[in-house]
C-alpha cells in the first residue's frame, strides 16, 4: 500500500509553500480530515479557517488570486464541487483564478460517510467546465507529482485526493506528465482504461485476467480535462477493444470521455464499468468495492463476462 | 483620508451631482439604443458610483491594473451599465464603447467581466458572490502590507443570498476593516413578495431589516440617503475609516431615480425604452437630445 493521499496533500503543499509565499490554505472546517492540518502547523499564519461556508470559501479565493497570491483549498469534494458549484463556475473557472481545488474524500473512501458523500460524478460535471483542469492522480507518488504541477501552473486545477491509503502504483521516479496517458501495463486482448485511485485495482484486475488467459493493456489516464486524445485512440487502437473501469458514474465521466473520443476519432468495442447511474451506501470501503463491481476480483470477472460479438 | 460631511464643500458636490446626472444620461441612452438592458438598479447606484469613481476611489483610469488601487466590485452585476457608465466618463475607455453594450464582441458583456475589460476587478452576474471577492481582495491586501481598501455594491433583494451572509460572518471574524460594502436600499426587486395584490410588491426586506442584521454580524453599519450626494460622500469616507471590523453604508435609494415615471415601479427592473419614453427621460435628465 502507498501512503494516503490526503497525507501528501498536507505534505507537499506544506513543502511547496517554504518555496512560494503565494501559497495559502483556505479550509473549509475540514482540515483535520484533509491534512491541511499538516500545512497548518508549517506556516500558522498562512492557514485561514473559513468556517462550514463554502460558497464564501471559493470567493475569497477567488479575491485573493486576484491579489497574487495561490490559494489551495481544504475542504471534500461534496464541498469544494457540488455544493459551490456556481462559485466554482463564476467566480473561479470564468476568471481563471489561479486557485487549485484540491478536494479530499473523492470516491467511494469517506469513513463511510454514504451517498451524500460520496460524489461519484464530479469529473463529469467539471470536465465539462470551460477551463477546469481536471487531474485525478492514481496514488500517493503521482498525488505528489501531481501537486508541484498544479502549483507551477498558472490557472484553476482540480485535483481528487482519496481519503484512504490506496496501492502504490508509480515508484519514486515516476514523473507526471500533464494530459498525457500512461501505459502501465503491455497487453494485447483488450485495452482497460482506468483513472484516480481505481487504476491499481485495474492493474490488479489485469493479473487476475492473465491467469484466466487474457492479455489486458491498461492505461492509466490521470488528466481527465483536457484529454490525451491521441492516447486514448492509440490504447484503443492497439488491441481493438477497450473497457474503461473508474469509481465514479459511467455517465460522462472516464467512460463518458473515452467514448465520446473514441466515436468520434476511432469507433471500437466499447464496455463501460463503474458505478451505473445509482445512490451509494456507507459500508466499509472494501466492501464498496465489491458490492459495485469495482475491485479486481469484480473487475476482472466483468470483463471476462463481456460478449465482444454483441 | 478622513472626511466627514462637513468637510465636502458644496462645489464638490456639485460637481459629483453632475457626474451622477451624466451617468444617469448615458444609462438611459445605451438602453435606449441597445433596446434591452436593465435601467431601474442602475439609476438607484447612479449617486453612488459617481461618489466612488469621482472622489473615493484611489485609481487610475489609464493604468486600471495599479497594484495599489483601491478595488470595486459590482456585486449586482446586472446593473453593469451604472459602472460601464461611470467608467466611461471616468476616462476607463471612450464613452461611445458604451454603445456597443450588449453586442456581439463587445468588452461590455450584460454582466462585468475581468477577463474582457480592464478596470473590472472581479466577474460578477451570479448574485450573493461579490462580497465574498472583496473579502479576498482584503485579506490578500492585507497578506501584502499593501494600503488597499476594497468596496462592493450589494443590492439589498441580493441580500437575501445565503452567501452574502456566509461573507459577512467571515469578514468579521477576520476583523478586515479596508472592507466596505454597500447597499443599495431600493426596496425593490426584479418580481418581488407578493402584497395584497399582484401590482403591490413588498420590499425585499422589512424597515430596519438590513440594519440590524449587518449589525449582529458585526459590522459598522452607516445609514445615508443614497441620493444626497454630501451624504453619500460622508458615508463613504466615514467607512473608510478603519476601525478594526468591516463597514457598511447602508444607503436608501430610489428604484429608477432620476426619471421620474421610472421611480419606484418594479416593471423598469429592465424593460426597453419606448421613443417617448426616452425623450421624456432626457428632458427630465437636462438633456436635449437632437
Excluded at chain 1, 477546469?132 to 492514481?138: K, R, V
Excluded at chain 2, 476611489?57 to 489609464?62: H, Q, T
Excluded at chain 2, 454580524?217 to 478603519?242: K, T
Aim: glycine share 10%.
Amino acid at each position: 500500500m502507498g501512503r494516503p493521499m490526503r497525507e501528501v496533500f498536507g505534505e507537499t503543499v506544506s513543502r511547496l509553500a517554504d518555496d512560494d509565499p503565494r501559497i495559502v490554505m483556505l479550509d473549509g472546517d475540514l482540515g483535520s480530515s484533509t491534512k491541511a492540518d499538516i500545512f497548518e502547523h508549517a506556516h500558522p499564519d498562512r492557514f485561514l479557517q473559513m468556517g462550514i461556508a463554502e460558497q464564501n470559501m471559493i470567493g475569497v479565493a477567488a479575491g485573493m488570486a486576484t491579489m497574487g497570491l495561490m490559494p489551495f483549498i481544504s475542504t471534500f469534494v461534496s464541498f469544494a464541487v457540488v455544493r459551490p458549484l456556481d462559485q466554482v463556475r463564476v467566480q473561479v473557472a470564468q476568471t481563471g483564478a489561479n486557485v487549485k481545488l484540491t478536494a479530499g474524500y473523492a470516491g467511494l473512501f469517506t469513513g463511510m460517510a454514504g451517498k451524500t458523500h460520496h460524489i461519484v460524478d464530479d469529473i463529469s460535471i467539471m470536465r465539462a467546465m470551460p477551463g477546469m483542469i481536471t487531474i485525478s492522480p492514481a496514488d500517493d507518488v503521482e498525488t505528489d507529482r501531481v501537486l508541484r504541477w498544479a502549483a507551477a501552473h498558472d490557472g484553476p486545477v482540480y485535483v481528487r485526493i482519496v481519503r484512504d491509503a490506496t496501492q502504490r502504483l508509480f515508484d519514486e521516479d515516476y514523473r507526471f506528465e500533464f494530459n498525457r496517458a500512461v501505459v502501465v501495463r503491455e497487453g494485447s486482448d483488450v485495452t482497460l482504461i482506468s483513472t484516480g485511485a481505481q487504476t491499481p485495482r485495474t492493474v490488479d484486475a489485469a493479473d487476475l485476467l492473465a491467469e484466466r488467459g487474457i492479455s489486458a493493456h491498461v492505461v492509466h489516464l490521470p488528466t481527465l480535462k483536457p484529454l490525451d486524445v491521441q492516447g486514448i485512440v492509440s490504447a484503443a487502437e492497439r488491441t481493438g477493444r477497450v473497457v474503461t473501469v473508474e469509481e465514479h458514474t459511467i455517465i460522462g465521466g472516464l467512460g463518458g470521455a473515452v467514448a465520446e473520443t473514441l466515436g468520434e476519432h476511432r469507433p471500437t468495442p466499447l464496455r463501460r464499468i463503474g458505478l451505473e447511474d445509482i445512490y451509494t451506501e456507507s459500508a466499509p470501503n472494501d466492501v464498496l468495492l465489491d458490492l459495485y463491481g469495482i475491485s479486481a476480483g469484480g473487475v476482472a470477472d466483468r470483463v471476462r463476462e463481456i460478449r465482444w460479438d454483441r | 483620508m478622513t472626511a466627514g460631511a462637513g468637510t465636502v464643500n458644496r462645489a464638490e458636490v456639485e460637481r459629483l451631482e453632475e457626474m451622477a446626472r451624466r451617468i444617469r444620461v448615458e444609462i438611459i441612452r445605451t438602453v435606449n439604443h441597445a433596446q434591452v438592458g436593465h435601467v431601474g438598479g442602475p439609476l438607484s447606484a447612479a449617486d453612488i458610483l459617481a461618489a466612488l469613481y469621482f472622489r473615493v476611489l484611489r485609481i487610475r483610469p489609464d493604468e486600471p491594473a495599479w497594484p495599489d488601487r483601491d478595488r470595486f466590485i459590482l456585486s449586482k452585476g446586472h446593473s453593469s451599465l451604472v459602472q460601464y457608465s461611470a467608467m466611461a466618463l471616468r476616462g476607463y475607455f471612450g464613452v461611445d464603447e458604451l454603445r456597443t453594450f450588449d453586442s456581439q464582441g463587445s468588452r461590455l458583456q450584460g454582466h462585468p467581466d475581468m477577463k474582457l475589460l480592464p478596470g473590472i476587478d472581479m466577474s460578477t452576474g451570479s448574485l450573493g458572490m461579490g462580497l465574498s471577492a472583496g473579502l479576498g481582495m482584503a485579506l490578500g491586501a492585507r497578506f501584502a502590507g499593501r494600503d488597499v481598501r476594497t468596496f462592493v455594491l450589494l443590492g439589498d433583494g441580493e441580500c437575501q443570498e445565503g452567501q452574502v451572509w456566509e461573507a459577512a460572518m467571515v469578514a468579521a471574524r477576520y476583523r478586515v476593516d479596508r472592507l466596505v460594502a454597500i447597499v443599495d436600499h431600493n426596496k425593490l426587486q426584479q418580481y418581488g413578495w407578493p402584497g395584497e395584490t399582484a401590482d403591490v410588491r413588498l420590499p425585499p426586506e422589512e424597515p430596519g431589516e438590513l440594519l440590524a442584521k449587518w449589525g449582529a454580524f458585526g459590522w459598522r453599519v452607516i445609514e445615508a440617503d443614497g441620493h444626497d450626494m454630501a451624504r453619500v460622500v460622508a458615508a463613504l469616507e466615514e467607512a473608510s475609516v478603519p476601525e478594526g471590523r468591516p463597514s457598511v453604508v447602508i444607503a436608501h435609494t430610489v428604484k429608477g431615480h432620476g426619471v421620474s415615471f421610472m421611480e419606484g415601479d418594479y416593471r423598469w427592473h429592465s424593460k426597453p425604452i419606448k421613443p417617448e419614453e426616452f425623450a421624456a427621460a432626457m428632458r427630465e435628465l437636462g438633456e436635449v437630445e437632437e
